[in-house]
């Protein structure tokens, strides 16, 4: 073997234990995902993304070694980014046209107000600027897949990592909460199917409970919200780099007066924009479909792979005493974005008609 060949397998080493490790821990969470939900009487399952974040901060005595580290980085740096940027293939530009200019206006609206009252919200209870940063865009874009997006260009703090297992949880269960109580809010207000869709894909976090929440009304109802969930996603883009641009520029502020910013650009978010422009232009080409849709189930997967991996890597860094020493003030501010964008959108589509 040659030197050239041998050299990246030793950059590689050091890694290899914390990503091995990570691996195992998201295996072991798509094994239990359908255990637990039968155990749960099958109505409602535990995502396998939450169950990777709880196996791996039970698992943070064992992996909180020099050994595992570098592999865990790995893991929550890199492998993150190119399982979110992967995701632009879900998207497809011709979908989010066919909203109309007034659907869009109420749904970007309502994401930046949200955005707003995170960054607001953890000023007023005492938190970190990256927890409110943290839960407001995960509250407005995609729950757990937006936080973890936004966790790459938050500035380090400590106990960011406890701060992001959380914001983590917490969409998850607030979703869930959100897919059983949101339908019931549509039939006291007397939505349509189509407001119905609308409300639910603009305000519920995860792109699996808007899906369930909506199948619960109707195959149409499900379909708009699909549709409104994915314009939601692809504003991951904006608001990440949005959110990144303001805190580092607030944290070179907070240090130096003369210092200047350095804006962050992350290569995934750019990434995901050109894949979703590829998958928009492929939905246009009927006669490609046959090679293209493989290719992109495949990367779909991997993505979710990825995800599922990286999760699992930021549980392992965890310390669930970091997480329970979090306090009531974390739930008041992801509570407190849950509640804003729900009136918003709400309140839009009852001044809409």
Same mark, same amino acid.
């Given at each position: 073997?040659?030197?050239?060949t041998?050299?990246p ?71 993150l ?6 995701l632009?293939l ?7 046209i ?12 309502? %994401?930046?107000?949200?955005?707003v009252t ?5 000023r ?12 407001g ?13 936004t ?14 297992? !959380? ?6 269960v ?5 897919? $059983? ?24 976090h995860?792109v ?7 199948q619960s ?20 883009l ?10 580092v ?18 290569? !995934?978010?750019?990434? !995901? ?24 189930d495949?990367?779909?997967?991997a993505?979710r792979?990825? $995800? ?11 310390? %669930?005493g970091? %997480? ?30």
């Amino acid at each position: 073997m040659s030197v050239a060949t041998i050299s990246p397998l030793i950059a590689w080493r050091p890694r290899l234990d914390g990503i091995v490790l990570s691996v195992a821990v998201a295996i072991a969470s798509v094994v239990a995902e359908p255990l637990l939900k039968a155990a749960l009487g099958g109505r409602v399952g535990v995502p396998a993304i939450v169950i990777a974040l709880v196996i791996g901060m039970l698992l943070h005595p064992l992996a909180n070694t020099a050994r595992f580290e570098p592999g865990m980085t790995f893991c929550v740096k890199k492998l993150l980014r190119w399982a979110i940027a992967l995701l632009g293939l879900r998207i497809a530009l011709g979908d989010i046209i066919s909203l109309g200019i007034s659907t869009a206006l109420l749904v970007v609206g309502s %994401m930046v107000i949200t955005v707003v009252t995170g960054m607001l919200l953890a000023r007023w209870l005492g938190r970190e600027a990256g927890m409110g940063a943290l839960a407001g865009v995960a509250t407005a874009v995609c729950g757990a897949s937006a936080a973890l997006a936004t966790a790459t260009v938050v500035p380090d703090y400590r106990n960011k990592a406890a701060d992001v297992a !959380f914001t983590v949880i917490a969409m998850n269960v607030l979703a869930t909460i959100a897919m $059983l109580a949101y339908p019931l809010i549509c039939v006291w207000l007397g939505f349509s199917t189509e407001q119905t869709g609308i409300m639910l894909g603009a305000t519920i976090h995860d792109v699996a409970q808007v899906v369930g929440a909506g199948q619960s009304v109707s195959d149409e109802a499900a379909n708009a919200a699909v549709i409104v969930k994915l314009f939601r996603v692809f504003m991951l883009l904006p608001a990440v780099l949005i959110v990144g641009w303001w805190l580092v520029r607030d944290s070179a502020k907070t240090a130096d007066v003369t210092a200047k910013a350095k804006v962050p650009v992350p290569v !995934f978010a750019i990434v !995901f924009l050109c894949l979703c422009l590829l998958n928009s232009l492929m939905a246009t080409q009927p006669a490609l479909t046959g090679i293209y849709q493989p290719l992109r189930d495949a990367l779909l997967e991997a993505s979710r792979w990825g $995800l599922l991996i990286a999760i699992a890597a930021l549980g392992l860094a965890t310390s %669930m005493g970091a %997480m329970a020493r979090l306090g009531w003030r974390h739930l008041a501010l992801v509570t407190g974005t849950t509640l804003t964008i729900l009136c918003i959108v709400t309140g839009g589509l009852l001044m809409l008609g």
